[in-house]
């Protein structure tokens, strides 16, 4: 058997290699599934954090999805869909921790120095941040995911299980939305 490469050493164009890793996974090879966790982690922590804002609260759910996606990878049935399948386990994660605490989070100020997110970048975008947080929900995921990790209205589509049209709409009023919020700010 041959040894896996982390997903970053394979180069765009060589999707068959990612898939492998997949399959892989998939049949519960445990180096496969390392590989997979080590190289979307990041990619985890930062949409996580996007919803939460709170640091802890991030970890907590990038946890609870890796623990969820190691459980269930075997029922992934299309290889292809791995990333979307592992950030609709984040997106249904966030929604369960909302739906059980009532609270908001507003503990900007204990946030420490996050890899690609430093203090100073939150501070010029804090306007940003809160607006994107008084969205509804329909609005506010569409809008992270596209803007914050850029994915195609067709992936967000996949994820949320609608019509790209439906995202379309929730993208566009979402900027409107958006820009009405920071424009009262102002």
């Not at 590989?35 to 804002?53: C, G, Q, R, S, V």
């Not at 739906?99 to 900007?108: A, G, H, P, Q, W």
């Not at 809160?130 to 506010?140: C, H, P």
Request: proline share 2%; charged share 35%.
């Amino acid at each position: 058997m041959g040894q896996l490469l982390p997903l970053k050493k394979i180069k765009k164009r060589d999707r068959s290699s990612e898939k492998n890793i997949i399959e892989k996974a998939i049949d519960g090879d445990k180096d496969a599934i390392e590989i997979l966790i080590n190289e979307h982690k990041e990619y985890l922590y930062k949409t996580a954090f996007l919803y939460t804002k709170n640091e802890h609260d991030a970890m907590d759910i990038c946890q609870e999805t890796v623990y969820k996606a190691i459980m269930n990878i075997h029922k992934l049935k299309n290889p292809s869909y791995f990333k979307t399948w592992l950030t609709r386990i984040l997106i249904n994660n966030v929604n369960d921790r909302n739906r059980s605490k009532s609270r908001m989070f507003d503990n900007i100020d204990k946030l420490e120095y996050i890899e690609d997110i430093s203090y100073e970048k939150l501070e010029e975008n804090i306007d940003l941040y809160n607006a994107i947080d008084i969205l509804d929900e329909k609005f506010k995921t569409p809008i992270i995911l596209q803007y914050f990790q850029d994915m195609t209205v067709k992936e967000i589509a996949q994820i949320l299980e609608c019509n790209e049209n439906t995202i379309k709409t929730y993208l566009r009023r979402g900027r409107e939305k958006l820009y009405k919020i920071l424009m009262e700010g102002k």
